[in-house]
Nanobody
Framework: QVQLVESGGGSVQPGGSARLSCKAS????????MGWVRQAPGKEREGVSY????????SYADSVKGRFTISTDTAKTTVSLQMNNLTSEDTGVYYC???????????????????WGQGTLVTVSS
């Protein structure tokens, strides 16, 4: 059974940076698609960024373009999200997600993504 374990959440001041990481375990090889979905207080979950391990394709929500960067390690089992120039609007629980067809699935809706981590809280506040 595949497990996703996130790390790197915490409190950050506006304008600051944070880096989230997520390691996948419990499978042979890797899962092609990985990414991040977040949920702000009182709001619906939203897809933040996804990456395909096989093609290197990435996608970002408009709200984070130019500020967030997604990447995977050489083993393609750890996905990271570098977040810069954070604002209070970035506060929320960030979930690591994985799915063999993540771009297609995410387009249909985040709720269709196959595998989810427990989530890590990022709080942006002065």
């Amino acid at each position: 059974q595949v497990q996703l374990v996130e790390s790197g959440g915490g409190s950050v001041q506006p304008g600051g940076s944070a880096r989230l990481s997520c390691k996948a375990s419990g499978m042979s090889g890797n899962i092609d698609g990985m990414g991040w979905v977040r949920q702000a207080p009182g709001k619906e979950r939203e897809g933040v960024s996804y990456i395909s391990n096989s093609t290197g394709s990435v996608s970002y929500a408009d709200s984070v373009k130019g500020r967030f960067t997604i990447s995977t390690d050489t083993a393609k089992t750890t996905v990271s999200l570098q977040m810069n120039n954070l604002t209070s609007e970035d506060t929320g629980v960030y979930y690591c997600v994985a799915d063999p067809s993540i771009f297609r699935v995410a387009e249909a809706g985040y709720k269709y993504i196959n595998i989810w981590g427990q989530g890590t809280l990022v709080t942006v506040s002065s």
